[in-house]
C-alpha cells in the first residue's frame, strides 16, 4: 500500500512570496489533514477534510493561508504571502474516515521563509 | 491552549532499560493516541486508546489511560537505540475533530 505522498520536500523562498505544497493520501482514506511543526513542538492541526468538505479550520490563518481539495483526493496547501514565523515542516496526514483516527502521515515539506 | 502535554520533555536511558512518558490533558476525549517522529521524518501512528479503555498492549509497548486525572502513560519496555525518537500523544473530541499534539518527548536510548 502506498503511503501518503508529499511534495516538495524542501522549499526556501523570501518573505511576501507565496508557495504552495502538494499531498496526495492513502487511496480511500476520506480524511485529510494538514499540520504546521514548528522545530522542537508537537504538530499543530491547521485544516482537517471530510472527502472535499472543511471539518475543522479552527486555527488556519485564514488571511494568509488556503487549503483546499477539490475532488476529495489530494490537497494543495497554499501561503501567500509568506512570513519569517511559517518557517517549519508542514505534514499531511490521512486516515480512513474521522472515526478510525489512526493518522498516516507523510514526510512533510519543510519550509523556509528568509 | 494546547491540550496533550508530555513529560519528561526528554528522556536518556540506557539499552534494556524501560522508559517512561507521561501525558496530560485538558478537557474530555475521544481518544488518545501515542505517535514516534524519527529525526526529520513524518510520525508513525504507535498505538490508540479509547476513553473507555484503561490499557492497552502491543508489542513492547504498554499504555494505560486515567480519565478520572487525565493522564495517560506509555512504557517502552526492554528499550532499543531504534527507539530513539520523540514521543507524541494526540486527543481528538466526540466528534473526531479537535485533534491536539502535545510537545513530545524526546527520548534517547544509548547503546
Known amino acids: 500500500e502506498a503511503g501518503v505522498a508529499q511534495s516538495p520536500r524542501y522549499k526556501i523562498i523570501e518573505k511576501r512570496q507565496s508557495v504552495a505544497f502538494w499531498c496526495n493520501p492513502i487511496?480511500?482514506?476520506?480524511?485529510l489533514y494538514w499540520y504546521q511543526q514548528i522545530l522542537g513542538q508537537g504538530p499543530k492541526l491547521l485544516i482537517q477534510?471530510?472527502?472535499?468538505?472543511?471539518?475543522?479550520d479552527s486555527q488556519l490563518p485564514k488571511d494568509r493561508f488556503s487549503a483546499e481539495r477539490l475532488k476529495g483526493v489530494d490537497s494543495t496547501l497554499k501561503i501567500q504571502p509568506a512570513k519569517l514565523e511559517d518557517s517549519a515542516v508542514y505534514l499531511c496526514?490521512?486516515?480512513?474516515?474521522?472515526?478510525?483516527?489512526?493518522?498516516?502521515f507523510g514526510p512533510g515539506t519543510r519550509l523556509t521563509v528568509t | 491552549s494546547q491540550q496533550g502535554e508530555e513529560d519528561p520533555q526528554a528522556l536518556s536511558i540506557q539499552e534494556g532499560e524501560n522508559a517512561t512518558m507521561n501525558c496530560s490533558y485538558k478537557?474530555?476525549?475521544?481518544?488518545l493516541q501515542w505517535y514516534r517522529q524519527n529525526s526529520g521524518r513524518g510520525l508513525v501512528h504507535l498505538i490508540l486508546?479509547?476513553?473507555?479503555?484503561r490499557e492497552k498492549h502491543s508489542g513492547r509497548l504498554r499504555v494505560t489511560l486515567d480519565t478520572s486525572k487525565k493522564s495517560s502513560s506509555l512504557l517502552i519496555t526492554a528499550s532499543r537505540a531504534a527507539d530513539t525518537a520523540s514521543y507524541f500523544c494526540?486527543?481528538?473530541?466526540?466528534?473526531?475533530?479537535?485533534?491536539?499534539f502535545g510537545p513530545g518527548t524526546r527520548l534517547s536510548v544509548l547503546p
Open positions: 496526514a490521512s486516515s480512513l474516515d474521522r472515526t478510525s483516527n489512526e493518522q498516516y
Open positions: 486508546i479509547r476513553s473507555n479503555e
Open positions: 478537557t474530555s476525549i475521544n481518544n
Open positions: 477534510f471530510q472527502n472535499n468538505g472543511v471539518v475543522d
Open positions: 487511496s480511500g482514506h476520506a480524511t
Open positions: 494526540a486527543t481528538d473530541d466526540n466528534y473526531g475533530q479537535n485533534f491536539v
